[in-house]
């Protein structure tokens, strides 16, 4: 292991161990150790309902990587598919900020012999329009009486929405410049390197929005979902603006998972709508161990199948 590595790799375990102890702060003041019997008053059924919710978000996600992977020229199957998209659901989770998804280009390339920046420019367009679905819906809050940090997000989001679009219809221009700086750069001694982002027709980027916007649809209605399992008929419009003013704050965090940081975001915001500390933190985990925890295990487990494919195609 090089000393770039060993860096990067202490780094990230002192990232997420900030983030377990924020999230072990949240839960010890939350009160719900000693309120554990809160968890047991879910209501199974719908608990039921939101896990399958979970479920067919991760079915949406293995759907756009197929969809993607036929318009790149490399059409797989569905099972192919769900192996690359789940196996980088742990991949890009336990890294900081999502670096990890890089495994699916990765993949593609060992597996299929599909150019490299190929892969990337369709994980670019999963992350491009996640990002700015998130920082509409989480700007969106400007129809609540909300001051202070909120004005500060809003106006970020604004910005960073900006930038997005900028640099999506610069991506040209902006990877020549990588790679001008990359071939003068003496520690890697490269000659030549190629960082294009091929794009995709107008109506099939359209295709890669909708199918992402349901993905997100999925997450929105499963956390109001996991709420009314606890008793509580609150806004779906409202808790899916706070879900997604914490799932951006987990992201700029760099936190691996975005731990500690995304439940107590969430945690804070649930409690502004009326909901009592230890419901809320209990609905936090239960949502979060539902969605990104299980997709996590579920990755791991994949990980290994992915393996096994790359161990196959390299024989």
């Not at 309120?35 to 008053?41: D, V």
């Not at 809050?141 to 910005?159: C, H, N, Y």
């Not at 439940?263 to 161990?289: H, W, Y």
């Amino acid at each position: 292991m090089s000393i770039l590595e060993s860096k990067k790799r202490w780094i990230q375990i002192f990232l997420l161990v900030i983030g377990v102890f924020l999230l072990s702060f949240i839960i010890l003041k939350s009160g719900i150790t000693e309120n554990f019997q809160t968890l047991l008053t879910i209501s199974i059924p719908l608990l039921i309902i939101a896990f399958i919710l979970s479920n067919l978000n991760i079915l949406v996600k293995v759907y756009r990587w197929k969809f993607l992977c036929q318009k790149y020229g490399q059409p797989i199957t569905f099972s192919e598919a769900s192996i690359v998209t789940v196996s980088s659901l742990y991949y890009a989770n336990i890294t900081p900020g999502k670096i990890g998804d890089l495994f699916k280009a990765y993949y593609m390339q060992k597996k299929h012999s599909l150019n490299f920046f190929d892969g990337v420019s369709m994980i670019f367009y999963e992350r491009f329009f996640e990002l700015v679905i998130l920082f509409l819906a989480a700007s969106a809050i400007i129809l609540i009486e909300f001051r202070g940090i909120t004005v500060i997000v809003m106006e970020t989001s604004a910005i960073i929405i900006l930038l997005l679009t900028l640099f999506y219809y610069k991506a040209g221009y902006f990877m020549s410049l990588a790679e001008k700086i990359v071939i003068r750069l003496p520690l890697l001694n490269i000659k030549e390197v190629n960082f294009h982002i091929r794009k995709l027709p107008f109506h099939q980027i359209v295709a890669v929005f909708f199918i992402t916007l349901i993905s997100l649809i999925l997450e929105f209605v499963r956390i109001w979902v996991v709420v009314l399992a606890f008793g509580y008929l609150i806004n779906p419009l409202q808790i899916s603006m706070f879900f997604s003013l914490a799932i951006i704050a987990g992201l700029i965090s760099q936190i691996p998972l975005g731990i500690g940081i995304m439940e107590g975001s969430l945690d804070f915001l649930i409690q502004k709508m009326g909901i009592d500390p230890v419901s809320s933190i209990a609905i936090v985990l239960t949502d979060r161990t539902i969605s990104m925890y299980y997709a996590l295990v579920l990755g791991f487990i994949f990980s290994k199948f992915s393996f096994d494919k790359l161990s196959e195609a390299s024989i």
